[in-house]
């Protein structure tokens, strides 16, 4: 699995979990250890990342008297946004991924359980979505409007 091929490996195995009935993160344990291989050893792609994964680990430690707990919220709130980005990058067409409910349980729960809303909505901007109305970020086409 070389660097240069490992954008289609990542794909193709979210095209095979898909195909299992479950469009989600890709679970490939050798896949799983060289990204990781990647994100602790190349440095360039520290400083691509550092903006955005440092303030979103620092938000998400921020305060908490017990790491463990916290590390876990935010892992799952990771998964939950690769999802969101797994599904407009393999489902981009599905109506239901238009609309991200802020009110919903995942939402509450994991994502704003480990992290601040000012950090969520600029990471679902990055996706293409903006704030519709308080309850509701919305897929946009390049003409909507962001509310606050």
């Known amino acids: 699995m070389g660097s240069s091929s490992l954008s289609e490996d990542y794909r193709l195995c979210l095209e095979r979990e898909l195909r299992r009935g479950r469009a989600g993160v ?10 990781w291989q990647i994100l602790v050893e190349d440095f360039d792609l520290h400083g691509a990342l550092q903006d955005d994964a440092l303030a979103l680990l620092t938000d998400g430690l921020w305060g908490r008297a017990d790491l463990a707990p916290a590390l876990r919220g935010l892992a799952r709130a990771f998964e ?3 999802l969101a980005a797994v599904h407009l990058y393999l489902l981009p067409w599905r109506k239901e991924f238009t609309t991200i409910k802020t009110f919903s349980g995942g939402y509450v729960h994991v994502l704003r359980g480990a992290l601040s809303e ?3 909505i600029q990471s679902f901007q990055k996706m293409g979505y903006v704030r519709r109305d308080a309850h509701r970020l919305m897929l946009c086409d390049g003409l909507c409007q962001v509310h606050g």
Do not use: N
């Open 80 to 82: 939950l946004l690769e």
């Open 26 to 35: 890709c679970g490939d344990p050798s896949l799983r250890a060289v990204l």
């Open 118 to 120: 000012d950090l969520l």
